[in-house]
């Protein structure tokens, strides 16, 4: 149990490829910190960095108070859970847990008796004497578990370890790890791309692109308030809508074809407006702020809610509105789109940053 | 799990194989069957009288302590070649996979010596060691080491046990290095986070993970060193001195075209075969089923 902290880490690849750029966070002690962005972003290079599978560039890792930037991965005592699992394919299960205990001198009976007890926390316990290639793909999940947590390590990494489940199996694991970490009370990092595991899994969320760090914070700090259009587009589903509007001298915003939306802003220069699906409405809002004509291009109905894709003003841009239960107005039908003050963010149009 | 393909056809499989099959039932079971049906007779050197024997050739040739003396010395010699054979090619092979620059250079030059003839190995061993002019013979006399394969039977022995091997090092490095290539990167990297050092790497994954290659290639090796050495040792020191390096290939050679005796030849030849097979089938019956994971 101890924290993670980075400091301004860098790693540039032999072939000159910066894949992180100076990255500092922290995760606090027994919390479970979830890395998400988009594929080539960098998160599994900095998880590999934190695990000593690559050298660090610049910049420090520090786990508890320890330096661990020269240090093995064997002396940095953390656990890892590979995308592919990595389980040794020539050992059984058994053995497959028992390896990191056995090579760091553990004796025999408490090996035993903690690998036990991870099977049984896993409920693994029925194929302990079965090789890998004799489990399904999520058994040989939850022994790449079993073999992390029966160290008893201070970090636990997991590089998309769901990945290669089906979406039910991919749910299950997903709630199971999340209860497993609670229990055990382990600092983990957790590598993926799903913006929905990251909703779901994290105490803490670093979302990346292109090796810096877009924002840091709490699953729903991050969904309510993101803190530039890279991020307002990538957490949520459907993505949040973003489009430019101009700032005209009196503060008024419209559209690139002169419709006015309502809102107002005091900012110097162009920008950038979103408006998540589920804040919009077609009907009628009391003290609406955002208020802007369309007609609908296409219904999407999906049961308990429907997607509504509307073009705003005459010529788009076209956003994506969430109604409640089944609504059904045909292609072509005049609608107003409303959203509260409190629903509006504000992005710069050159930054793409908040304002 | 192994899944059977069952195919409805009957002649089209044997079609099929046919040009394989052919190939060796002309070159090896019919002088297969050839050498059984002769080690049964007792011909004069001109073959001007055959007379059928029956089991008399086998008899005679194995209560000959010589030729008893001459089956554990091939499978010394066997050993030999197989362990010499094997270990470097797979330090080498180790050391390859670690390359990261020039990489296709060093794999070309590690294979060259597997298209060189073991005839024309031979001669070049035979050159590398002669006794008085050899570049490494001629060091070796300096540090105090009486060298001489023509005289000595433990140098001659020493000398085509490494040029036998020598050829076979490039071989068996081809299909460490493959084997090497096919474990999965991450696996090495978990065996580092479950700590451990590069020697229990070593011995703990990455060798158990090799060991159906290991196994591959023991069997090669095996059959490589009983029956393709010949032109090795008939180029460098015709089974002597003495009959230090003779082996059973090179004696059923030597009974049968320079003693002219072709029964006890065929008798050998046979033998031979027999062992040869009864290793093999050894080999896969009681080790396969253990290195496969
Ligand atoms: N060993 C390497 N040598 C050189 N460049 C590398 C190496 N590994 C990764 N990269 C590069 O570094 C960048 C980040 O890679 P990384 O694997 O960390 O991405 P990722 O965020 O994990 O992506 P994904 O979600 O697809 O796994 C990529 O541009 C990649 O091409
Ligand atoms: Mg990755």
Known sequence: ?355 | MERKVVYPHLVLPYLLLAPQLIIIAIFFYLPAGQAVWMSTLLQDPLGLSVRFVGLENFEIVLSDPAYRETIARTFLFSILVVVVALVPALFLAIMADRVVRGASIYKTILIIPYAIAPAVAGALFLFLFAPSIGVISWPLRFVGVDWNPRIDGLDAMILVVLSSAWKQIAYNFLFFLAGLQSIPKSLIEAAKIDGANAKRQFWTIVLPLLAPTTFFLIVVNVTYAFFETFGVIHSMTQGGPGKSTEIMIYKVWYDGFIAQDIGRSAAQSVILMVIVVALTVVQFRYIDRKVHY
């Not at chain 1, 090796?211 to 587009?233: H, K, M, N, R």
């Open chain 1, 1 to 355: 149990m101890a924290e993670v902290r980075l400091n301004g880490v860098r790693k540039v690849y032999a072939g000159g490829v910066e894949a992180v750029k100076g990255v500092s966070f922290t995760v606090p002690d027994k919390t479970f910190c979830v890395l998400v962005g988009p594929s080539g972003c960098g998160k599994s290079t900095l998880l590999r960095l934190v695990a000593g599978l690559e050298t660090i560039t610049s910049g420090d890792v520090l786990i508890g108070d320890d330096r661990v930037n020269d240090k093995d991965p064997s002396d940095r005592d953390i656990a890892m859970v590979f995308q592919n699992y990595a389980l040794y394919p020539h050992m059984s299960v058994y053995e497959n847990m028992a390896y990191g205990l056995k090579n760091r001198g553990t004796s025999k009976a408490d090996i035993d008796k903690r690998v036990k007890e991870a099977a049984k926390i896993l409920a693994i316990e029925g194929f302990l004497n079965r090789k890998p290639r004799q489990l399904s793909g999520g058994q040989r999940q939850r022994v790449a578990m079993g073999r992390a947590i029966v160290r008893q390590p201070k970090a636990f990494l997991f590089d998309e370890p769901l990945s290669n489940l089906d979406a039910k199996l991919r749910v299950q694991m997903r709630v199971e790890i999340r209860k497993l970490q609670r229990n055990l009370g382990v600092t983990s990092i957790y590598v993926t791309h799903d913006q929905l595991e990251a909703m779901t899994l994290g105490d803490m969320l670093v979302v990346m692109n292109g090796g810096v760090i877009e924002q840091i914070g709490s699953p729903l700090e991050v969904y309510a308030d993101p803190a530039s259009t890279f991020v307002a587009t990538f957490i949520g589903s459907p993505p949040m809508n973003v489009f430019p509007v101009s700032v005209d001298g009196a503060g008024i915003l419209s559209l690139a074809d002169g419709t006015r939306v309502g809102a107002t802003s005091d900012h110097k220069g162009d920008l950038l407006l979103g408006l998540r699906p589920e804040n919009l409405t077609i009907d009628d809002l009391p003290g609406a702020t955002f208020v802007a004509t369309g007609r609908v291009a296409l219904m999407e109905p999906l049961g308990a809610e429907t997607l509504a894709y509307i073009t705003l003003g005459t010529s788009g841009p076209e956003i994506i509105v969430r109604l409640q239960g089944h609504a059904t107005q045909p292609p072509g039908t005049p609608v107003t789109v409303r959203a509260a003050a409190s629903a509006i963010h504000r992005f710069d149009a050159k930054t793409g940053r908040k304002v």
